[in-house]
Each structure stands twice: as C-alpha cells, then as structure tokens.
C-alpha cells in the first residue's frame, strides 16, 4: 500500500511538472503574439500617416497641375 501512494505521488509530481511546463510555454507565446500585434499596429499607424500625407500632397499638387489646362482654354483657335 505504501509503494501504491508513494506510485501516486510520483505520478502526480510528474503531471504538475508537465502542467507548469506548459504554462510556461504557453505564457511565452502568448507575449511574442502580444509582441507581434504591438509591432502591426505600429506599422500600420505608420501607414496611415503616411497615407495621409500622400493625400495632402496629391490635393496640393492638383491645383499646379489644372493651371496649364486653365491658361491654355483662354486662348482661341
């Protein structure tokens, strides 16, 4: 009876190694994920702001760009 608990006890301590094993594991991962989706949204708050600077650009280059066409309508043919 006593190898029959001290049996148990091993097997137990063996199932919590194993268990905290995983949590460890587990725990890793989960930070590099945390760690990835940190560095995606960093990226695409880049993005966005240079997006967005694209888009002033390209309305402040519009109004040099319909000049030409605005001058040359003046003249008769």
Do not use: C, Y
């Amino acid at each position: 009876m006593p190898d029959d608990i001290n049996t148990a006890v091993a097997v137990i301590n063996d199932m919590n190694l194993q268990i905290a094993s995983a949590a460890e594991e587990q725990s890793a991962v989960s930070e590099e994920v945390s760690k990835t989706v940190i560095a995606i949204r960093d990226v695409t708050k880049e993005l966005a702001n240079h997006s967005e600077h694209a888009a002033t650009i390209n309305t402040s280059l519009n109004g040099p760009a319909n000049d030409p066409q605005r001058l040359v309508s003046g003249f008769r043919t």
